[in-house]
């Protein structure tokens, strides 16, 4: 089996003097970094005390399993468009994707469903039924969704132009 390893260096940047001396003392502010890559801000969810300009981990979640998705769907049209006549090339691809954070009262919680609406759109005489079904291999593909235990359905368009 070959391993991949991603380093990730996360800052805190909440201290406003106090630490954590008390919950609403601290801020929820960090930083995202991995080398060669301009850092990202985050913040908890405005729900838990975070700005909501800024990426929170929930945010990143979600956008992760869309971003692989997106990313596993074009590769296997652009195999499938390499290996028949009738292939699926894709013009343009937007996922309006969602996750639902269930709370339990003691404040923990999980995620219950990340969806993914992807609509695509594909190129006049790519096949629609291929650009449909490799929604399912590429989710059976994506390491993120792979790596959940909540349901990750999905509900793609396909539009012919």
Known sequence: ???????ITVTWNGNHGTGTSGYTEYGRDHTIQSDG???????????????????????????SVANCHLLWYLHLCADADADADAGVIVQA???????????????SGAFSEIALRPRVTIADGSDAELARTLHQRAH?????????SCPVPYEPIIVQE
């Open 93 to 107: 691809y937007e996922d309006s994707a969602q996750g639902i954070l269930s709370m339990n009262s003691d404040g």
């Open 140 to 148: 059976e593909m994506c390491f993120i969704a792979r790596s959940l």
């Open 1 to 7: 089996m070959r391993k991949h390893y991603y380093d």
């Open 37 to 63: 890559k301009v850092a990202l801000s985050c913040s908890a969810d405005p729900n838990f005390r975070g700005d909501p300009a800024k990426w929170n981990p929930e945010e990143l979640l979600v956008a």
